[in-house]
């Protein structure tokens, strides 16, 4: 997107260096188990300060006063937890890189989401890009906005997961912590702020407490969870009747970030949206009429994760086989621009605005994450058989 930046980078690429990117990448923590392109994106001053309008835009309708009233259906009964909080502590916008009428390269919301991302591994990444490849020797680039610093950044995440609690006090839990695709972002967590990385099988009851144990046996009383549990991924792992404590509880415990804002900042918020960012999108069963041209519409599950169940390719049988409508939407297609200069063809993108917010404090847009593809579907797990695609991270 910066084809001076672009141009340099790809005459000095090497598949001998990207395999030391990789190998540094991973020294030291969990193997990788997502495909990390081979190059990051570029991102131009004019599309960074769009991505920020956009994302300010997003934020307008999270802030409003009767927000929860107007995203009341949106947590299922059954995985309503109790004692909510007034707002989320992370906030995941993910934009496509598109072009308009004009020919200007302009975002196009493609998802929202109240809960972390990889918010460690981000930092990580731009660190081990900018070093293996000597991006120094480009320019002066950074993943962060607002001239926000490492330092900085890291102290924010401390700030808002440990709080004043001792670290050990507060714990980042999984379905499975250790075999998770991501977990090396879980391990430089623990890295940068100490705490402890746990399976939901590891943190057992008393009373209304949650307690686990430390390496050297002693039990400790968990004062807050740091949550990267996804109930449908909890749900195809275990039956909850088997776990040493239920989530749904009444609990002594502070949730960072608590369990229903995965659902309030979702797909489900994409109708309530209206401006220049966000195509079209309609709640299924509020459907007056199935539209003509389903062609340049896409149906997405409400509550799915990484993809899972979107039919990109809709038909009229697909809609109507549907057994749960209030549980799905339909969205007018966003056509992504591919515009990333690979040694083989133009590859596409979407950026990922990465905030934090703090208790008593205004949403802060702080890292991003970006993801390159070359087929019809974007995320990691999509067309990890090409090269040039897979995880990475906007340099500004």
């Known amino acids: 997107m910066v084809e001076q930046y672009r141009s ?5 690429f090497s598949t001998a260096k990207y395999a030391e990117f990789l190998k540094v990448l991973g020294d030291g923590f969990a193997p990788l188990h997502i495909r990390l392109a081979e ?5 131009s001053e004019d599309f960074k300060n769009q991505l920020v309008a956009a994302g300010e835009e997003m934020i307008k309708l999270i802030k409003q006063p009767d927000f929860k009233t107007l995203t009341a259906e949106a947590i299922p009964a059954e995985w309503n937890v109790p004692d909510e909080n007034s707002h989320p502590h992370f906030l995941a916008i993910d934009f496509a890189v598109c072009k308009n009428e004009k020919g200007r390269l302009v975002p196009r919301l493609i998802e929202l989401q109240g809960f972390p991302s990889l918010f460690a591994f981000q930092a990580h990444l731009s660190n081990t890009y900018k070093q293996v490849f000597e991006l120094d020797q480009i320019a002066a680039l950074t993943p962060y906005f ?27 839990m999984d379905v499975d912590a250790p ?6 972002d879980f391990y430089l967590t623990q890295k940068h702020i100490g705490i402890p990385v746990l399976s939901v099988t590891d943190i057992f009851k008393e009373g209304n407490q949650l307690f686990y144990y430390h390496t050297e046996g002693k039990k400790v009383r968990l004062k807050r969870i740091y949550n990267r549990l996804i109930f449908d991924e909890l749900n195809q792992q275990h039956n909850l009747s088997d776990l040493k404590f239920d989530p749904r509880e009444e609990l002594d415990i502070e949730w960072i970030t608590h369990p229903n804002w995965f659902y309030r900042i979702s ?7 209206k401006n220049e960012y966000v195509p079209e999108s309609y709640y299924l069963h509020k459907l007056d009429r199935i539209p003509e041209d ?3 519409y896409v149906l997405k599950p409400l509550y799915s994760f990484a993809g899972k169940g979107v039919i990109i390719d809709v038909t009229k049988t ?4 549907i057994k749960d ?3 799905w939407i339909l969205q007018r297609k966003v056509v992504y621009e591919p515009v990333i200069q690979s040694p083989e063809g133009l590859v596409k993108a979407e950026i990922r605005l990465l905030y934090i917010w703090p208790d008593g404090e205004e949403p802060q847009l702080c890292i991003n994450l970006a993801r390159m593809s070359r087929g019809k579907m974007i995320g990691v797990q999509h067309n990890s058989d090409c090269d040039w695609v897979g995880g990475t991270v906007g340099l500004m």
């Open 8 to 12: 340099q980078f790809n005459s000095r």
């Open 39 to 43: 190059t990051p994106v570029f991102i």
């Open 146 to 172: 607002n001239g926000l610093k490492e330092e900085e950044y890291i102290s924010l995440l401390k700030k808002v997961i440990v709080g004043d609690y001792a670290p050990e006090e507060v714990a980042l």
């Open 179 to 184: 075999h998770q695709k991501t977990a090396i």
């Open 267 to 273: 797909k489900f918020i994409m109708p309530l949206l």
């Open 294 to 296: 389903l062609e340049n």
């Open 318 to 321: 697909d809609i109507e086989q």
């Open 325 to 327: 409508p209030q549980n």
